[in-house]
């Protein structure tokens, strides 16, 4: 089972930053969060990953609530490329641990 | 980063007959590899963990003698769609780890397969 919920979709214009929830409220300790995205018909494409404190690098960024009970990916200047579906999942900390998928959320991003 | 291909990146075959897909991790060992299926419009389910050396472990509903997956080394990982039918038709993505220290996990391109 999805441990995560996420909106069905959302609209972006270019150049602007998309904000994408996420909410984890049973997470556990030893939890991370992990974002994928997914581009049409291609594999899923890691982002980005947290525990507790807000992370940063050159796709995106990731807020995480203090209580970690849900998290934001921030695209900070969003641009067509960046039209995909966004799965956010959580995942203990062992590399070899599954992924399991939820239903993501689509993000259009238009000019 | 890390790479993960697959071959083939389409195929279609006939009802009945039986298709193998590839996956390697090029420039890293995996000793653990996944596959997943999807169908149009909806998310990556999960179908089996591969280990190398050892028998894959299959998810819940997922028939072991129908989806038959091999990991004869550390760097390819294959799995056989026996007696294919139109209902199998369907995105086929593959994934492995470069290791414990690593949170990424990678991604094949995808194979679409078509069953007529």
């Known amino acids: 089972d999805a441990k995560t919920t996420q909106p069905t979709s959302m609209d972006c214009a270019e150049g602007r930053a998309a904000n994408l929830p996420c909410n984890h409220s049973t997470i556990s300790g030893n939890e991370y969060v992990y974002w994928y995205r997914q581009i049409h018909s291609q594999g899923p494409q890691y982002i980005i990953h947290?525990?507790?404190n807000n992370e940063t690098n050159e796709m995106a960024s990731l807020i995480i609530t203090e209580d970690r009970k849900s998290s934001t990916l921030i695209l900070p200047h969003a641009t067509l490329r960046d039209t995909a579906v966004y799965y956010c999942i959580v995942r203990d900390e062992m590399g070899f641990q599954k992924l399991v998928f939820g239903t993501g959320t689509r993000l259009l991003v238009s000019p | 980063g890390a790479v993960v291909s697959q071959h083939p990146s389409r195929v279609i075959c006939k009802s009945g007959t039986s298709v193998k897909i590839e996956c390697r991790s090029l420039d890293f060992q995996a000793t653990t590899m996944f596959w997943y299926r999807q169908f149009p419009k909806k998310s990556l389910m999960l179908m089996a963990t591969s280990n190398e050396g050892s028998k894959a472990t299959y998810e819940q509903g997922v028939e072991k003698d129908k989806f038959l997956i091999n990991h004869a080394s550390l760097t390819l990982s294959t799995l056989t769609v026996t007696s294919a039918h139109p209902e199998d038709s369907s995105f086929y993505i593959c994934s492995a780890n470069p290791g414990q220290a690593s949170h990424e996990q990678y991604f094949g391109p995808g194979t679409r397969l078509t069953v007529t």
């Open positions: 947290g525990l507790k």
